[in-house]
């Protein structure tokens, strides 16, 4: 019965994916950054499949969140009050770590530079700060773009 169930399963289409490009234009400066830093770490990146905006989080820990849907465009959902209070360069590190998980797929790495308190990438789990960013910058989007499709 199991093949019959097998067989049957195997003639099913997936749905096809929806493909659509809605990001507020507050957030646009930031994606088209995100590409030219991608330029220059040596990937050729056009992002034309994806919708960010305002909207709620689980809670006030998270600045934003990716959601990945399979068939449906990955979205990036920005918690507004958490979004006001952060500089340009805060908005930046939100958004690069985001598109780091919509975009490049990758998960979070929660590892340290040795020795130090400086993780080694965007995509640790909280926001890395401002200073720390600027002080770290090249090392953080050469790592950023170093890997991809960690899930």
Wanted: aromatic share 10%.
């Amino acid at each position: 019965m199991s093949l019959v169930g097998l067989t049957l399963g195997c003639g099913q289409k997936k749905p096809e994916a929806v493909i659509r490009y809605d990001v507020s234009e507050e957030f646009q400066p930031y994606i088209d950054e995100y590409e030219r830093v991608a330029a220059s770490e040596g990937r050729d990146v056009t992002i034309t499949n994806l919708i960010v905006g305002f909207g709620p989080t689980p809670s006030l820990m998270h600045t934003a969140i990716c959601e990945v849907t399979e068939g449906q465009p990955p979205k990036i959902v920005v918690n507004r009050s958490v979004w006001t209070r952060l500089t340009s360069t805060g908005h930046k590190v939100v958004m690069f770590h985001e598109l780091g998980h919509c975009h490049l797929r990758r998960v979070h790495r929660n590892e340290f530079v040795s020795g130090t308190a400086v993780p080694v990438s965007l995509m640790y789990q909280f926001r890395v700060g401002d200073s720390t960013y600027h002080s770290h910058e090249e090392d953080f989007n050469n790592e950023l773009f170093s890997r991809y499709s960690e899930f």
